[in-house]
């Protein structure tokens, strides 16, 4: 009667092995997308960050929702030269 403890034991082992991970790198890929995704974990800024204010935010849902948006003001992100893009 003494064979079943060794049994039982060898076929525990053998149903744990089949769960254990064969590859030691698990996880790299993703943790290595989501170093790469992070510029700065800890940004310093000069400025405040301004603060969220629920008033503001309700008063732009209400605008939306009656349709009278706010146009947003233009701003130029170029020096103004057009082209195909190749330097000349």
Same mark, same amino acid.
């Given at each position: 009667?003494n064979?079943?403890r060794p049994l039982?034991?060898?076929?525990?082992?053998?149903?744990?092995?089949?769960c !254990?991970p064969?590859d030691?790198?698990l $996880?790299? =890929?993703?943790r290595?997308?989501?170093a790469a995704q992070?510029?700065? /974990?800890?940004?310093?800024?000069d400025?405040p960050?301004? !603060?969220t204010d629920?008033?503001?935010? $309700?008063a =732009?849902v209400?605008r939306?929702?009656?349709?009278?948006v706010?146009k /947003?003001?233009?701003?130029r992100?170029?020096?103004?030269?057009?082209g195909?893009?190749s330097?000349?």
């Amino acid at each position: 009667m003494n064979f079943r403890r060794p049994l039982a034991a060898g076929a525990a082992l053998s149903l744990i092995a089949g769960c !254990t991970p064969t590859d030691v790198t698990l $996880g790299n =890929a993703v943790r290595t997308t989501m170093a790469a995704q992070v510029v700065d /974990p800890d940004p310093q800024y000069d400025d405040p960050i301004p !603060t969220t204010d629920g008033a503001k935010a $309700g008063a =732009a849902v209400e605008r939306y929702r009656t349709d009278r948006v706010k146009k /947003p003001v233009g701003i130029r992100t170029t020096s103004g030269q057009s082209g195909s893009g190749s330097p000349k």
